[in-house]
């Protein structure tokens, strides 16, 4: 019998199309790292069933991280973190009539016991969310925290220690 080697994974979950244009900078991240995800479209509201059967199989579809994107009442973040153990990061999304604070108030203020990492609203917020996921992962996979390590170190170098056109 051969034994494979599991993939673990990241899930990029949203609960509408929409969401996408924010959460796609999470891809360009996990991309870039090479790190094996999924995308979906989950509805809190309008598909409840999928909600329900996406969180019951994340461990056995080999999820390790959730990067839950959602937008004005954004339930969709605390419902898969009530319903799983594994670590879900909330984003909320940017909307027009309240800028994403409706967002950030709605994931951010989950009951004692439901855990829920939030970043913050819009774009850097979906980035560091895909950061964060890999530092998870990178906690056990030492292939996974060299190259995010060296992500750090370029980043560092990359602030340049004077202003440009610095007459000094």
Same mark, same amino acid.
């Given at each position: ?42 509805s809190a509201h309008r598909t409840p069933e999928r ?37 879900? &990061? ?25 855990? &829920?990492?939030t970043l913050a609203i819009g774009e ?45």
């Amino acid at each position: 019998m051969v034994k494979t080697k599991v993939i673990s994974k990241i899930s990029i979950v949203m609960g509408s199309q929409s969401d996408w244009k924010t959460l796609v900078k999470c891809e360009e991240i996990l991309k870039q790292f090479k790190v094996h995800f999924e995308k979906k479209i989950v509805s809190a509201h309008r598909t409840p069933e999928r909600l329900y059967e996406y969180s019951k199989n994340l461990k056995k579809n080999n999820i390790k991280v959730i990067i839950a994107g959602a937008g004005g009442a954004a339930h969709l973040p605390g419902m898969i973190a009530s319903l799983t153990h594994l670590p879900v &990061l909330g984003v909320p999304i940017e909307t027009m009539t309240l800028k994403g604070i409706d967002s950030l108030l709605s994931i951010v203020q989950m009951p004692y016991g439901i855990p &829920l990492p939030t970043l913050a609203i819009g774009e850097n917020g979906a980035k560091n969310a895909a950061l964060s996921a890999i530092s998870i992962l990178s906690l056990d996979n030492k292939t996974l925290e060299k190259k995010l390590l060296l992500y750090r170190e370029k980043q560092t170098k990359s602030v340049s220690e004077k202003p440009k056109n610095d007459k000094d």
